[in-house]
């Protein structure tokens, strides 16, 4: 990682720490269910001119419930009924063990005993914060507070299943969904007329904070590490998340004394240790890094495509069903076309290739895995890979075909926002192979 984006990623985390102090503050003048209406209503402002994302509202909407409303709705009722702010910052991040066990029963992703056993001790800490509840945390605060980590987790795999958008503009038109349920809220909790009054009577320090939530830690910060997701793995970047919780102790302790007992600190170490193990444990599917080919890799490439269609019991003669491969430069050398591979102990085992068919549309090429990396994210990097050369020579459309049985990759695809558009037979073909079309922007 760049020496500049380092310093992204610890800033991001400063920010994110440092909005748990701010929701304290705002708390002061305003309700939770104001608050979050506040807070997105500032965030949702470059809605006025930022293109909303490729994705109906009926994605929209439920993630926007989930990940943003549900987890800082329960979230700031949590601290307003007596979840002190340092120890809130901890207790969300918790958000990674729900992600981790929802996808497993929604999307059928089974741990890895590494993150089993960082589950395990992620819940043992949060049974010993509980422990702690009397004095200055309520069971209320603290419950409320773990479903707005669960919240944040459902949120989590439902933005996972969405298609691949541009995350600036997807974290603003999500903004658009709070407001109306909180604003709803409010009027019962608080009455007519009230949201009026406590902006009047807000200080400019809490002010200050609301604006710090909507347009710092929510714009700014979700567009940076949306932008650092896009460009390193995972793995790379998910660990700067660990910082907040230090960072929201931090402050706490500084702005309002808070102050860490002996077993809430064992507890909130516990917590940290899962998580980091959780994280963490994640790093090995992403270590295959996607590199250039050249003409000399494509003996590699055609060895991995004879081995997938092996797997298939097809028919494979190369110099029939690889035509593109065996004239390599033609297609996929500069400024025509590009080709990408993933290696493995020197041996190919991913591939992708890219050719321009006019100025503004470009066709993916190739994209075998071997069985191990499918479904690890090694796929989903070989077409980003395929996309920011799109991007970099100003191609606006990408298309592909794709075999009818490949109906894992269909799922990639449409994960990252690629639409079925069309089907054909190929005739006499020597495995009988029908086709997918799917296209996207770029």
Not at 17 to 42: C, D, E
Not at 185 to 205: E, F, M, Y
Not at 206 to 218: P, Q
Not at 253 to 271: I, K, N, Q
Request: charged share 15%.
């Amino acid at each position: 990682m760049r020496p500049r984006d380092l310093v992204l990623g610890v800033v991001v985390a400063v920010v994110w720490g440092v909005a748990f102090v701010a929701t304290k503050l705002a708390l002061h003048s305003f309700s939770p269910p104001q608050l979050a209406a506040l807070r997105f209503l500032i965030a949702a402002l470059p809605a006025l001119f930022l293109a909303r994302p490729l994705l109906p509202w009926s994605t929209l909407v439920p993630i926007g419930l989930t990940l943003f409303a549900g987890q800082f709705l329960f979230q700031f009722f949590g601290i307003a009924h007596g979840m002190p702010p340092g120890l809130a910052s901890v207790a969300v991040q918790t958000q990674a063990f729900f992600t981790v066990a929802i996808a497993a029963v929604a999307l059928g992703e089974k741990p890895s005993p590494r993150q089993l056993a960082g589950m395990t001790v992620a819940l043992a800490g949060l049974l010993v914060i509980a422990a702690t509840v009397g004095d200055d945390l309520t069971a209320i605060g603290f419950a409320l507070t773990m479903l707005s980590a669960v919240s944040w987790g459902v949120g989590n795999v439902l933005l996972k299943r969405a298609p691949s958008v541009d995350m600036l503009r997807l974290m603003v038109w999500l903004s658009l969904v709070p407001p109306l349920p909180s604003l709803a809220l409010s009027l019962l909790l608080d009455g007519p007329g009230d949201l009026g009054r406590a902006v009047s009577a807000a200080t400019w320090l809490e002010v200050g904070a609301v604006v710090y939530l909507g347009l710092v830690a929510t714009v700014a910060a979700y567009a940076v590490w949306g932008d650092l997701l896009r460009r390193y793995p995972a793995a790379t970047v998910a660990p700067f998340a660990l910082l907040v919780p230090f960072v929201g102790a931090l402050a706490s302790a500084l702005v309002f004394g808070e102050r860490f007992g002996p077993l809430r600190l064992l507890g909130m170490a516990c917590v940290l240790l899962g998580l980091a193990v959780i994280v963490l444990a994640a790093g090995p599917r992403n270590r295959l890094a996607v590199t250039a080919a050249d003409r000399n890799d494509s003996s590699g490439v055609i060895d991995l495509i004879g081995r997938v269609y092996r797997e298939y019991g097809w028919i494979f003669v190369p110099s029939v069903e690889l035509p593109d491969l065996l004239a390599f430069e033609r297609h996929y050398e500069p400024p025509h076309g590009a080709f990408f591979v993933v290696r493995h102990q020197g041996r190919i085992v991913g591939s992708a290739g890219v050719d321009r068919l006019d100025d503004s549309t470009a066709e993916l090429h190739r994209l075998y895995l071997d069985a191990h990396l499918r479904g690890r994210g090694t796929g989903r990097a070989l077409v980003e890979r395929v996309l920011d050369w799109c991007r970099e020579r100003g191609i606006t459309r990408l298309v592909l075909w794709s075999d009818t049985r490949f109906e894992l990759s269909h799922r990639l695809y449409r994960r990252m926002g690629f639409a079925q558009t069309g089907e054909r037979t190929l005739p006499e073909d020597l495995n009988q192979t029908r086709e997918y079309r799917f296209e996207r922007p770029v």
